[in-house]
Nanobody, 126 residues
Framework: QVQLVESGGGSVQAGGSLRLSCRAS????????MGWFRQAPGKEREGIGT????????YYADSVKGRFTLSGDKAKNTVYLQMNSLEPDDTAVYYC???????????????????WGQGTQVTVSS
């Protein structure tokens, strides 16, 4: 019943910015973690960050620390991924995912998430 819909992807030049959105619908009360993942062609899916919806604390992979920022709007059932200083290596399909509970030590583990969005393409050119 719960659905996640990503939006905001597109094509930008290196150094540019994008903001991705993930809107949740359905029964979302018990979804405590919202994670972001990405997968580039020929590469494995990579966890990039997670935000805990109750206290809004966020965690990031080393590859995006200092450049990406997670935030949320509880009234809109929406979380955001602000991406700055984008690099060509950031090119990938970005996915939003949700989980009832995820250990802080496993926030980047895709198998620990229960609900997934369809993904949105981000392309960064030199």
């Amino acid at each position: 019943q719960v659905q996640l819909v990503e939006s905001g992807g597109g094509s930008v030049q290196a150094g540019g910015s994008l903001r991705l959105s993930c809107r949740a619908s359905g029964y979302t009360v018990n979804l405590n973690c919202m994670g972001w993942f990405r997968q580039a062609p020929g590469k494995e899916r990579e966890g990039i960050g997670t935000i805990y919806t109750q206290n809004m604390d966020s965690y990031y992979a080393d590859s995006v620390k200092g450049r990406f920022t997670l935030s949320g709007d509880k009234a809109k059932n929406t979380v955001y991924l602000q991406m700055n200083s984008l690099e060509p290596d950031d090119t990938a399909v970005y996915y939003c995912a949700a989980a009832v509970t995820v250990s802080k030590g496993r926030v980047l583990e895709a198998n620990d998430y229960n609900v997934w969005g369809q993904g949105t393409q981000v392309t960064v050119s030199s």
